[in-house]
C-alpha cells in the first residue's frame, strides 16, 4: 500500500483544514499517516478520519534554526521507515525542515504556503531568516502551492522558489455543504460582528476593538465576537489576558476557539477581518459560504476574495478609523442590501473556493509523484 504524510504545526490544523484531503487518499487506497505536535485532536485524527498519527516535537514560536535542527532528524527518522510516496507539508518549519529531509532519502515533498504572514511583514534578523530557510529549501520541493497570485509572485521574483515549480491553489478551500446560507438565525438586540482566526496583533485585532469602542461610544451599537485560539506560538500573539480585558468593554464577546464554526456563523451579521497580510482566509471563505458580508483591508489574500460593495467593504490596512468607516456603514446598510452582499459572496465562493478543486489538485500532485518516482 503507497504511503502518504501530511504534516504541520499543529494537529488542529491537519484536522480543520485537511480532513476533506485526508479522507480522499484513504478512499484512493493510501495509507495516510500524519505527523504534527501532540495536541487535543491528535487523537481524533485517528478516530474521525480514520488516519494513522506520529508525534513531532516543534516549538512554533522559536526561531532559532540550531534548535530546530532536530526537526529535520525527526522527518528523517520517520521518512526513512515509512518511505512515502509523497511528503506533504504545511505551514513554515514543516515546508523547510521537513523537504531537507524528504530530499536526502529521494522523497518528494510537496509543500503548501499558506500565507507569508508575520515573517513578510515584519523587519529584522528572524524574519531575514525565514526567507534565507525558505530560499535554501524550497527548490529542493518537487511542488510548491501558494495560495493566492501576490504571494506565488513574490517568491518567484525573490527567487525563494522558482516558477516551474509552483502553482496556485485557492487556499484550503470550503465545505460548501457543511457551511451554507440555510444555517442563519435571526436573532435580536445589536448588530453582530464576527472575527474568526487566531488572536494575533497581525490579523489587525488592536485596529478592530479600537473601531468597536469608537462605534459604542455614546451607546452599543454593535456587538464583536472574537472566537479562536489565543496564546497561540506567534511574535504577534494576544494574550488571554488581553482578551479577557477587552471582554469587559461594552460590546465585545470572547468566544474562545470552536469546533462547530458553522453554528457560530449561524447566530451574526457580519464577518471582519482587517488582517495585515493573508494566504487565503478560511474565515472570509467560510462567510461566503454561509451567505454573509464582510469587512477586510485591501491586502494580499482578503483582497483575493472580497471585491469592495460586491460581497463586502474593503478598507485600508492598519487604520482603525478606516475600519471604523466601513464597519459603520455595514451597520447603516439596509439589510436587503446586505443580503445581496452575502448572496454574492455565496456565488463567488461556490464557483472559485470549493474545497474539492484543492483536494483534486493534491491528487493529481501526489499521483504525479508517484509516476515521477517509478521512472526514475
Not at 488572536?199 to 485596529?207: H, Q, Y
Amino acid at each position: 500500500m503507497k504511503i502518504v504524510t501530511l504534516s504541520a504545526n499543529t494537529s488542529w490544523y491537519l484536522y480543520n483544514f485537511r480532513a476533506s484531503t485526508i479522507r480522499c487518499f484513504i478512499k484512493k487506497g493510501y495509507r495516510v499517516i500524519c505527523l504534527s505536535p501532540e495536541d487535543d485532536y491528535s487523537q481524533k485524527l485517528k478516530d474521525d478520519l480514520g488516519c494513522e498519527w506520529l508525534p513531532l516535537v516543534m516549538s512554533n514560536q522559536g526561531r532559532n534554526p540550531f534548535k530546530d535542527a532536530g526537526l529535520v532528524v525527526q522527518f528523517w527518522r520517520y521518512y526513512r521507515q515509512l518511505r512515502p510516496a509523497a511528503a506533504l507539508h504545511f505551514t513554515i518549519k514543516n515546508n523547510v525542515y521537513g523537504t531537507w529531509a524528504a530530499r536526502t532519502l529521494g522523497v518528494l515533498a510537496i509543500n503548501n504556503v499558506s500565507g507569508l504572514g508575520t515573517a513578510f511583514i515584519r523587519r529584522g534578523l528572524s524574519s531575514a531568516a525565514v526567507r534565507l530557510l525558505y530560499k535554501v529549501s524550497q527548490p529542493l520541493a518537487y511542488r510548491v502551492f501558494c495560495q493566492n497570485a501576490e504571494d506565488m509572485k513574490k517568491l518567484a521574483d525573490l527567487k525563494l522558489v522558482p516558477l516551474s515549480r509552483l502553482e496556485l491553489l485557492p487556499g484550503s478551500g470550503v465545505d460548501l455543504r457543511r457551511f451554507h446560507p440555510g444555517l442563519k438565525k435571526d436573532h435580536t438586540g445589536p448588530f453582530r460582528f464576527l472575527f474568526a482566526g487566531r488572536m494575533l496583533a497581525d490579523k489587525g485585532l488592536n485596529e478592530l476593538i479600537a473601531a468597536v469602542r469608537a462605534i459604542n461610544a455614546e451607546c452599543v451599537r454593535c456587538t464583536l465576537w472574537l472566537s479562536g485560539f489565543a496564546d497561540v506560538e506567534n511574535v504577534s500573539a494576544v494574550t488571554s489576558a488581553q482578551l479577557s480585558e477587552w471582554s469587559r468593554e461594552p460590546g465585545v464577546k470572547w468566544l474562545g476557539p470552536s469546533d462547530s464554526m458553522e453554528d457560530v456563523y449561524a447566530q451574526v451579521d457580519c464577518v471582519v477581518l482587517p488582517s495585515y497580510r493573508e494566504g487565503m482566509p478560511r474565515s472570509l471563505l467560510e462567510a461566503g459560504a454561509m451567505g454573509l458580508p464582510v469587512v477586510t483591508t485591501s491586502v494580499p489574500g482578503c483582497k483575493d476574495v472580497v471585491e469592495d460593495r460586491v460581497n463586502g467593504l474593503v478598507c485600508e490596512v492598519k487604520s482603525s478609523e478606516s475600519l471604523r468607516l466601513a464597519m459603520a456603514s455595514m451597520l447603516e446598510m439596509t439589510q436587503e442590501k446586505r443580503a445581496k452582499m452575502g448572496e454574492q459572496g455565496r456565488r463567488l465562493v461556490s464557483s472559485k473556493f470549493d474545497e474539492k478543486i484543492v483536494v483534486d489538485a493534491t491528487l493529481r500532485a501526489v499521483e504525479a509523484a508517484v509516476t515521477a518516482r517509478k521512472y526514475n
